[in-house]
């Protein structure tokens, strides 16, 4: 499936509404082909901008979606608008749920090491005839013997839960070694596991998701910040396409 792109201050973000984004990526693995998968939203898009090496990383991702309703209107400004919030949480449970249904094979990374103990459960519980193909968690110095698991068992799916820039950063340099849907979630296992609340659908239909997690957790509101930052860069950008 070709898609139209649009360039939000130098990343080039895939056209999909939710379905069609998920749909490909079933289609993608029934082929057994190698992908790497970004949800960028305007946290990551900023670093991005301050950061070549990053911003070439994930133009060179084989899909860029928007997370965040931030980049949705940051592409309406620039009159090139976008299907839909495309999120990386919601990527991930809809290709559980397919990983389920059709006994695929799943690698897990990242997180706190009670994180990645109390997922184990949560998967076998919730998604029973997923094949579990490894599991470690984010606190390692060494990763070979991560790499080496990876590479003996062939996941379709392997979901790096680093944080960015370091989960798209490892995803980058070992993805040759399976030919897996490689997908960095961020703080995706801290929801499955029930350690963070998802906004209601309220806030979700209502583009105020940001709002809930501020009051859940008043200590994101510097990173909150970059909103702002990110729409002036937008208007910068649209202020030079019409010179």
Same mark, same amino acid.
Not at 58 to 74: C, E, P, S
């Given at each position: 499936m070709t898609r139209s792109k649009v360039n939000i201050l130098g990343i080039?973000?895939?056209?999909?509404?939710?379905?069609?984004?998920?749909?490909?990526?079933?289609?993608?693995?029934?082929?057994?082909?190698?992908?790497?998968?970004?949800?960028?939203? *305007?946290?990551? $898009?900023?670093? %991005?901008?301050?950061? @070549?090496?990053?911003?070439?990383? &994930?133009? !060179?991702?084989?899909? /860029?979606?928007?997370?965040?309703?931030?980049?949705?209107?940051?592409?309406?400004?620039?009159?090139?608008?976008?299907?839909?919030?495309?999120?990386?949480?919601?990527?991930?449970?809809?290709?559980?749920?397919?990983?389920?249904?059709?006994?695929?094979?799943?690698?897990?990374?990242?997180?706190?090491p009670a994180v990645i103990s109390a997922l184990k459960n949560v998967i076998?519980?919730?998604?029973?005839?997923?094949?579990?193909?490894?599991m470690h968690d984010g606190y390692f110095n060494d990763e070979e013997p991560?790499?080496?698991?990876?590479?003996?068992?062939? *996941?379709?799916? $392997?979901?790096? %839960?680093?944080?960015? @820039?370091?989960?798209?950063?490892? &995803?980058? !340099?070992?993805?040759? /070694?399976?030919?897996?849907?490689?997908?960095?979630?961020?703080?995706?296992?801290?929801?499955?596991?029930?350690?963070?609340?998802?906004?209601?659908?309220?806030?979700?239909?209502?583009?105020?998701?940001?709002?809930?997690?501020?009051?859940?957790?008043?200590?994101?509101?510097?990173?909150?910040?970059?909103?702002?930052?990110?729409?002036?860069?937008?208007?910068?950008?649209?202020?030079?396409?019409?010179?």
């Amino acid at each position: 499936m070709t898609r139209s792109k649009v360039n939000i201050l130098g990343i080039e973000f895939d056209n999909f509404t939710q379905k069609e984004f998920v749909c490909q990526l079933i289609a993608d693995n029934r082929q057994h082909l190698n992908r790497f998968v970004v949800t960028a939203n *305007p946290e990551i $898009v900023l670093a %991005a901008t301050r950061d @070549p090496h990053y911003q070439q990383i &994930i133009n !060179h991702a084989d899909y /860029v979606t928007a997370d965040g309703i931030g980049i949705v209107k940051g592409a309406k400004i620039l009159g090139t608008p976008l299907a839909e919030r495309v999120t990386g949480f919601d990527t991930m449970q809809a290709l559980l749920r397919s990983a389920n249904q059709n006994q695929k094979k799943v690698y897990f990374l990242g997180g706190k090491p009670a994180v990645i103990s109390a997922l184990k459960n949560v998967i076998k519980e919730k998604y029973p005839h997923l094949i579990i193909a490894g599991m470690h968690d984010g606190y390692f110095n060494d990763e070979e013997p991560i790499i080496h698991e990876i590479q003996q068992t062939q *996941p379709d799916f $392997v979901f790096v %839960a680093l944080g960015f @820039p370091k989960q798209d950063f490892f &995803i980058a !340099h070992h993805r040759s /070694v399976a030919n897996s849907i490689w997908m960095g979630v961020g703080g995706s296992f801290d929801v499955l596991i029930g350690n963070v609340q998802r906004a209601p659908e309220f806030w979700i239909n209502h583009h105020i998701e940001w709002l809930f997690r501020l009051i859940q957790e008043p200590t994101r509101f510097k990173r909150m910040l970059a909103l702002p930052r990110y729409l002036f860069r937008v208007y910068q950008q649209k202020s030079k396409q019409k010179k």
